[in-house]
């Protein structure tokens, strides 16, 4: 008899894979158009001596979350950096357990981050602070919802919210191209991204 949970909780992760991997796109889309605007207006009130000084800052952030989605998005294409002068050395069946191996890693490394990301950003004690970012800081030394960045003056912890959405958006990625590795679920095509089969290197 088959097991019905089993299979329909290995759905449900890859499927949670597939719609982070849609949002991602267009995560991405949004912030290449934006960093494109910004370089632009940028360059041309510096030319017309008109700088305007919040912009560059703005850039800065928006390279960051365009790199953290973008890796996110790497993980579940496969299209992550690995080096190969070992494995494909190795028989088929043992290439299958090294990639297992490798993949089973970057899921570790995503919960790990998870775990540090939970960690530093205390949800637990700001909550018992009232979500009082001063009352946090005095209690625990954590600077974080207190600290602004110096030109947009917004709080930090916003921008820095691209770390715990990196770490879940990876380690669910990493868990689909597990559960594939394992051959415990079919291997999806990703939809709205043209791959070929030598696009992927992991």
Request: a neutral charge; proline letters at 4%; hydrophobic letters at 50%.
């Amino acid at each position: 008899m088959p097991d019905v949970p089993a299979f329909s909780a290995r759905r449900i992760v890859v499927n949670a894979s597939s719609a982070l991997l849609a949002c991602e796109r267009i995560a991405l889309m949004g912030l290449m158009y934006l960093l494109t605007g910004l370089i632009l207006v940028n360059v041309v009130t510096r030319y017309s001596h008109f700088p305007i000084y919040w912009i560059d800052e703005s850039a800065v952030y928006c390279v960051v979350w365009l790199t953290f989605i973008g890796a996110s998005a790497m993980t579940r294409l496969r299209l992550d950096f690995a080096v190969t002068m070992l494995t494909e050395r190795l028989s088929l069946r043992h290439q299958k357990i090294a990639k297992v191996i490798s993949t089973g890693l970057v899921v570790v490394f995503g919960v790990a981050l998870i775990i540090t990301c939970v960690l530093w950003m205390d949800p637990i004690g700001l909550a018992r602070a009232g979500f009082d970012g001063r009352k946090l800081a005095a209690e625990t030394f954590n600077f974080l919802y207190t600290e602004h960045t110096q030109t947009l003056n917004w709080p930090t912890w916003v921008l820095y919210l691209t770390l715990p959405i990196f770490a879940v958006s990876m380690t669910v990625h990493g868990l689909a191209n597990l559960l594939e590795d394992l051959e415990l679920v079919p291997r999806t095509p990703p939809k709205g991204f043209a791959l070929s089969e030598l696009d992927g290197v992991n």
